[in-house]
């Protein structure tokens, strides 16, 4: 009986004691392939600045951005905007699922991106566009 | 005597192999939840390291935001 108790015990506080570090837990960033992705983004960043500032370039509902309005790019830039948004995005989807899939839940990629949308827009400046259910909005 | 000794074993192996049957389900379904608030956290330490914010701090490169002191009135 001594014997069941204490295997008892133990297997409650071995799970407990997990639970609770898991709930206090963060979400692990620092893999090597986040920290990649995050490298990349950081040094895209100063070509599309300029295109958040003009407008040209918004940020979408998914996480993501998007050409808004091509006009509003230089005509030197017009030619490549295109795979500057494809890259940032490409980079921007492998970021999300590296997170879930670095933290042991792949089936949290959706939930991080639907994180980072909100958060994206949040930190936006002040004249960058985002888009909402009722289309591209000017914060 | 030797008799309720089995049974004692029995029930204490049997109570054990209950046990984990039922507390490794639930441990499973507590990691399943989403942590939201650690994600929101996750996401703004990378925002901030991407677009170079530096959290409580003024944007050193970036266009401050428009200062109503310094905006004319309307």
């Known amino acids: 009986m001594k014997k069941l108790i204490t295997t008892f015990s133990l297997i409650l506080i071995t799970l407990f004691s997990s639970s609770w570090v898991n709930a206090a837990a963060d979400l692990e960033v620092n893999t090597p392939a986040i920290s990649a992705i995050k490298n990349s983004m950081q040094a895209r960043h100063p070509q599309l600045n300029p295109h958040y500032n003009s407008g040209a370039v918004g940020l979408t509902t998914d996480g993501l951005i998007a050409v808004r309005d091509a006009t509003a790019v230089p005509l030197k830039d017009r030619g490549g905007i295109n795979s500057l948004v494809a890259a940032e995005n490409g980079d921007r989807n492998a970021l999300y699922k590296e997170i879930a899939a670095g933290n042991g839940h792949p089936e949290w990629a959706g939930e991080i991106r639907s994180t980072f949308a909100t958060r994206w827009v949040d930190k936006a400046q002040s004249g960058w566009y985002y888009q909402s259910a009722g289309g591209w909005v000017k914060k | ?74």
């Open chain 2, 1 to 74: 005597m030797r008799k309720i000794g089995i049974t004692n074993r029995l029930t204490s192996s049997t109570l054990t192999i209950a046990a984990f049957i039922v507390l490794i389900p639930a441990c499973v379904t507590i990691n399943i939840y989403f942590p939201a608030a650690a994600a929101e956290k996750a996401a703004d330490k990378i925002i901030d390291d991407v677009w170079q914010l530096k959290p409580g701090q003024s944007k050193p490169d970036e266009v401050p935001p428009v200062k109503p002191a310094d905006s004319p009135a309307k």
